[in-house]
């Protein structure tokens, strides 16, 4: 694995349909018109072998994988995405937005189907070892985010299949992952205008990227 560079790791999560990639199209336009060389990208994705396999992980009835398999599917996506985006973009000292990351892995397949926590750390460690410097943590009314999400008729709804009570499980799963990772994690209040949570952002992102915005 690559040294990591100079450049700044930087992560929305939370539920589907909570605005994270508004957010981070909105974070990208305000540090790009302000100097910042930004790359932006998502995940499962952000190369083109994890796009390949994100079609695996999306498409299809909530059952075609089981939570042991999914760990596997989404740690593969996440090594590609490292080794050929993130990092590389990392050392040339840019600053990289992504739309998820681990800690999707760790809400998702760690906490809500089955308690895996512990096997999606293992395998983080083995073969990711790398943590975002600074998460934002976009937090919901999950039925809202839900109406929002399924609005999009994006073909990529097998997560959002699995209903209500399960966005509820994983908005608890965010908020606990945000109090273990004080240091980096920031939860913005996603149930207000898209301006609103996008001022906040920008302020929090230019504290820590020491610039003004
Ligand atoms: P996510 O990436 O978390 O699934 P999106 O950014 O795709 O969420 O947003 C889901 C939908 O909600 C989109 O149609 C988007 O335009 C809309 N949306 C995003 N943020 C807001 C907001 N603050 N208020 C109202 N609608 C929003
Ligand atoms: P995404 O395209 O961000 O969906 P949305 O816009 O609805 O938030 O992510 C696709 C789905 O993949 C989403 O339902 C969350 C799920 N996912 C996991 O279960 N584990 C993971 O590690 C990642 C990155 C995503």
Known sequence: MA??????????????????????????????????????????????GAEEIRALLLQGEPDRWSAETEILLFTAARRDHLEKTIQPALAQGKCVISDRFAD??????????????GTVDKLHSLMIGKEPDLTFIID????????????????EDRFEDFGLGFQETLRHGFLALARDFPERCIVVDGNRSLEAVASEVAAFAADRLGIEL
Not at 19 to 28: D, E, I, M, N
Not at 104 to 117: C, E, F, K, N, P
Not at 140 to 155: F, H, Q, T, W, Y
């Open 140 to 155: 919901m009314d999950p039925k809202v985010a839900l109406e929002r999400g399924l609005a999009r008729n994006s073909g």
């Open 3 to 48: 040294e990591q560079g100079q450049g700044i790791f930087i992560t929305f999560e939370g539920i589907d349909g909570s605005g994270k990639s508004t957010q981070a199209v909105r974070l990208c336009e305000r540090l790009s018109a302000s100097g910042v060389d930004v790359l932006r990208t998502r995940e499962p994705g952000g190369s083109s």
């Open 104 to 117: 999707s892995t760790r809400v998702y397949q760690g906490a809500t189907r089955g308690d895996l926590r």
